[in-house]
């Protein structure tokens, strides 16, 4: 237990669904983030949000967005995806000021998204 | 950001110590190292982490040269429990209230019976 949540676990949606996933931390972290993971692909840094503002987007394409109403929450509203969009997305949060000299990303357990 | 190399599996029986070596050769002056480990369809874990020399906790030891430009998680005596994989990170310090790290493929760690 991380400390991160991540609701659903597993999701199957059509190319013309439109779900969302839901991120939580209990930790009171200020920086949140989306990845993705791919089968045997690294992980890829999606989105960033810190204080609630995005801070980063690594060209994304559009039919994912991101939204972040508050610290402790993170949503990826989802649409028109493609079956290559299949892969496990990860949350994860931080905080600015480490405890004893120690930088980490807490992850959650991730989303297991499959589209058909 | 630096880029990491790592062998891309290891096999390993239990009770051995295993040693997994990440190259980093252009890191940068106030980059740290960072290493994670992940199972099947969970999320990374942070292991340990280090700036120079070496560094222990409960879990593996950080063996980091003076130029930097490698570094060695060592995990002693491992169990069928450690098997997963290894990510190596090198990055800066949160900037603007966030970490910016990547990720690569990492090392697929088997611990044989």
């Known amino acids: 237990e991380t400390g991160v949540t991540q609701t659903p676990r597993h999701l199957v949606m059509g190319m013309t669904n439109k779900k969302s996933l839901k991120c939580e931390q209990h930790?009171?972290?200020?920086?949140m983030y989306w990845y993705k993971q791919s089968a045997k692909k690294p992980l890829e840094l999606m989105f960033v949000y810190n204080f609630k503002e995005q801070t980063e987007n690594n060209s994304v394409p559009s039919r994912f967005s991101p939204e972040c109403p508050n610290s402790s929450h993170l949503f990826l509203h989802l649409h028109t995806l493609q079956p290559e969009d299949s892969a496990l997305y990860l949350c994860?949060?931080?905080?600015?000021?480490?405890?004893?000299?120690?930088?980490?990303?807490?992850f959650g357990p991730g989303t297991r998204l499959t589209v058909t | 950001l630096a880029k990491t190399t790592q062998p891309i599996s290891m096999d390993s029986y239990e009770g051995q110590e295993v040693n997994i070596t990440c190259s980093h050769n252009?890191?940068?002056?106030?980059?740290?190292i960072t290493w994670y480990q992940q199972f099947p369809s969970q999320g990374p874990r942070f292991i340990i982490q280090?700036?120079?020399t070496k560094v222990t906790n409960e879990v593996a030891s950080l063996f980091i040269p003076a130029d930097r430009k490698s570094s060695t998680l060592s995990l002693p005596r491992v169990s069928l429990s450690d098997t997963a994989v290894y990510y190596c990170?090198?990055?800066?310090?949160?900037?603007?209230?966030?970490?910016?790290?990547?990720f690569g493929i990492g090392t697929k760690l088997q611990v044989i019976p």
């Open positions: 930790l009171g972290h200020n920086a």
């Open positions: 280090g700036y120079k």
């Open positions: 990170l090198v990055g800066l310090p949160p900037s603007g209230g966030y970490q910016k790290v990547t």
């Open positions: 252009n890191i940068a002056t106030n980059d740290y």
């Open positions: 994860a949060s931080s905080q600015e000021k480490s405890q004893g000299f120690r930088y980490e990303q807490y």
